[in-house]
């Protein structure tokens, strides 16, 4: 997970925002200012509308998996990479702005903000999966694609308007492995205890941390302690000031890491003995 010393440095070059901003707050310099709480916009902000990723696919080794691993990749946002012992390759909240650097197998997306999903995918994915149905309905999905499973639990999301949009998100579970990921997705409440039992035993949990336009801090550490997941895994910040206001917090209950490639291969029995949160750097 320690990088050498030339590829340290061109990561951070790659992504300052969740490295040399952390290391900034760690020597004492002054946070930014808190920034006001954004009201909700077309799109969640610190993205660049360009298609090409500042993800750098070199620094990763792309070494074959065992059966029991998966390895996953921060691309940004809320972007994630995952690939099965198969060579199945998922991306998460797909969209026009992050892409990761191969066509995946599959691509789920939900409904918030266009920095979540497109209208156009690449033809050439297989599974083009939608978190929400339109119309208030909830999207159902359990598909099986060679050793991965992906099944979703709908929750609902705030509208421009202050209102509410019934099942407009999903939070996606991929089995693989014999490990159980969760990505929250644009997750806008904490969960009921119907939700938390669909969604069952998690080993691993995607979860967003800018504590505005997503479930505010306290909620998403609600969701965080009712999910009991072993590793934690934070995405969806947009400056040093969000991701380390959140670890800050995290540190209270959690044992906080950061790595310094983007890119992380887990297997049952490499999940840590004590939860932690792990930070993966990415754009």
Same mark, same amino acid.
């Given at each position: 997970?320690?990088?050498?010393?030339?590829?340290?440095?061109?990561?951070?070059?790659?992504?300052?925002?969740?490295?040399? =901003?952390?290391?900034?707050?760690?020597?004492?310099?002054?946070?930014?200012?808190?920034?006001?709480?954004?009201?909700?916009?077309?799109?969640?902000?610190?993205?660049?509308?360009?298609?090409?990723?500042?993800?750098?696919?070199?620094?990763?080794?792309?070494?074959?998996?065992?059966?029991?691993?998966?390895?996953?990749?921060?691309?940004?946002?809320?972007?994630?990479?995952?690939e099965?012992?198969?060579l199945?390759?998922?991306?998460?909240?797909?969209?026009?702005?992050?892409?990761?650097?191969? @066509?995946?197998?599959?691509?789920?997306?939900?409904?918030?903000?266009?920095?979540?999903?497109?209208?156009?995918?690449?033809?050439?994915?297989?599974?083009?999966?939608?978190?929400?149905?339109?119309?208030e $309905?909830?999207?159902?999905?359990? !598909?099986?694609?060679?050793?991965?499973?992906?099944?979703?639990?709908? @929750?609902?999301?705030?509208?421009?308007? =202050?209102?509410?949009?019934?099942? =407009?998100?999903? !939070?996606?579970?991929?089995?693989?492995?014999?490990?159980?990921?969760?990505?929250?997705?644009?997750?806008?409440?904490?969960?009921?205890?119907?939700?938390?039992?669909?969604?069952?035993?998690v080993?691993?949990?995607?979860? &967003?941390?800018?504590?505005?336009?997503?479930?505010?801090?306290?909620?998403?550490?609600?969701?965080? $302690?009712?999910? $009991?997941?072993?590793?934690?895994?934070?995405?969806?910040?947009?400056?040093a000031?969000?991701?380390?206001?959140?670890?800050?917090?995290?540190?209270?209950?959690?044992?906080?890491?950061i790595?310094?490639?983007?890119?992380?291969?887990?297997?049952?029995?490499? +999940? &840590?003995?004590?939860? $932690?949160?792990l930070? +993966?750097?990415?754009?």
């Amino acid at each position: 997970m320690r990088g050498s010393g030339p590829a340290r440095s061109v990561l951070a070059a790659v992504a300052g925002i969740a490295l040399s =901003g952390s290391v900034a707050f760690a020597q004492g310099a002054a946070p930014a200012p808190a920034p006001a709480k954004p009201e909700m916009a077309a799109n969640c902000p610190g993205l660049i509308a360009q298609r090409s990723p500042l993800f750098r696919q070199d620094l990763v080794r792309r070494v074959a998996l065992a059966s029991d691993q998966v390895r996953l990749t921060y691309i940004g946002h809320s972007t994630f990479l995952i690939e099965s012992p198969q060579l199945v390759r998922i991306a998460t909240d797909y969209n026009d702005y992050v892409r990761p650097p191969v @066509t995946p197998d599959i691509a789920t997306m939900n409904h918030a903000h266009t920095t979540h999903y497109t209208d156009r995918p690449d033809p050439n994915i297989k599974h083009v999966l939608r978190g929400w149905a339109g119309n208030e $309905k909830p999207a159902r999905i359990d !598909i099986q694609e060679k050793d991965v499973r992906v099944r979703n639990v709908p @929750t609902n999301i705030r509208t421009f308007e =202050g209102g509410t949009e019934r099942h =407009g998100n999903s !939070i996606f579970i991929f089995e693989i492995a014999n490990l159980c990921i969760a990505h929250l997705g644009h997750l806008h409440h904490t969960l009921t205890q119907q939700q938390l039992d669909e969604i069952g035993r998690v080993d691993i949990v995607l979860v &967003p941390v800018d504590g505005s336009y997503t479930l505010d801090l306290e909620g998403m550490i609600e969701v965080l $302690k009712a999910m $009991k997941a072993p590793l934690m895994i934070p995405m969806h910040y947009f400056s040093a000031y969000t991701l380390d206001r959140f670890l800050s917090r995290v540190r209270q209950d959690w044992e906080v890491e950061i790595s310094d490639v983007p890119s992380v291969v887990v297997s049952k029995t490499t +999940l &840590p003995q004590k939860a $932690k949160l792990l930070v +993966l750097p990415g754009r």
